[in-house]
């Protein structure tokens, strides 16, 4: 498979007061189509400004993003963003904040069909009619799944959006995620703190370091197909990975969560 998103040299400065800080450090990297990429790094090292770019809310200081090779200069609905924070219109339904995300012009017909295709692939059957305030934290974030694929996006973008769930509805819904992507072949990029999420969703790991932010290591993740954690071979990744974050002078933790 050839590239399909390309970031190429990206540097990323801001203006604090009357000085500029650097964020990002020329960034290089390409991403097959229907690869699914996990960005791991510290807090502050641009994790998550890097997916504004790619996403066309922000724009390089120098370098360029391109998607499928056309430069990213503006939001597009063949990008879709899953943020941490589900924003749904807490006064729609179900059906009505997935419905929000298909783009103008389709038919009713095929957004009646395709938002029925959709409440069944996230698994919320029978609550089309609810609210929000009326739904869990993890059915919240499964109709936020469901919106964001409403306008079939080509790359899909991963913001740290299981954080705040807990640790069964997170592990459930990263298996859920990754056999979406799959299936629609959609290229994913997840950026996360949570470093057993980056290798069991992740094709490949790539781990950043901040002040400014660099690609310090790619990792190329191969796996079993049930990509077990408590494999021989997941902690041997896990271990590598969590090397980057440490210095022999500190200390390393002796089990990895």
Request: charged share 30%.
């Amino acid at each position: 498979m050839e590239k399909f998103v390309s970031i190429n040299n990206v540097k990323k400065t801001f203006l604090i007061g009357n000085k500029e800080l650097e964020v990002l450090h020329d960034i290089k990297f390409d991403i097959k189509q229907g690869e699914f990429i996990s960005i791991v790094g510290q807090s502050g090292c641009g994790k998550s400004t890097l997916v504004r770019l790619i996403a066309g809310l922000e724009f390089p200081s120098a370098g360029s993003v391109k998607i499928d090779d056309a430069e990213v200069k503006e939001t597009s609905l063949d990008v879709g963003v899953l943020f941490q924070e589900s924003r749904l219109f807490p006064w729609y339904s179900v059906e009505q904040n997935i419905a929000y995300g298909f783009q103008s012009g389709v038919s009713k017909e095929y957004k009646k069909n395709h938002i029925k295709e959709l409440i069944d692939l996230v698994g919320l059957h029978g609550f089309e009619k609810a609210i929000p305030n009326q739904l869990s934290g993890g059915m919240q974030k499964r109709v936020a799944i469901a919106r964001t694929l409403a306008g079939n996006p080509k790359v899909l973008l991963l913001d740290e959006p299981l954080g705040a769930l807990d640790a069964f509805t997170k592990i459930k819904l990263q298996k859920e995620l990754l056999d979406i992507s799959k299936e629609k072949e959609i290229t994913t990029i997840l950026v996360t703190h949570d470093i057993d999420e980056a290798i069991y969703m992740g094709d490949r790991v790539i781990v950043m370091s901040p002040k400014p932010g660099i690609v310090k290591n790619i990792f190329n993740i191969e796996l079993q197909s049930d990509r077990s954690r408590t494999s021989a071979e997941f902690d041997k990744y896990r271990k590598k990975i969590y090397e980057e974050f440490f210095d022999d002078t500190e200390h390393q933790p002796e089990f990895f969560i």
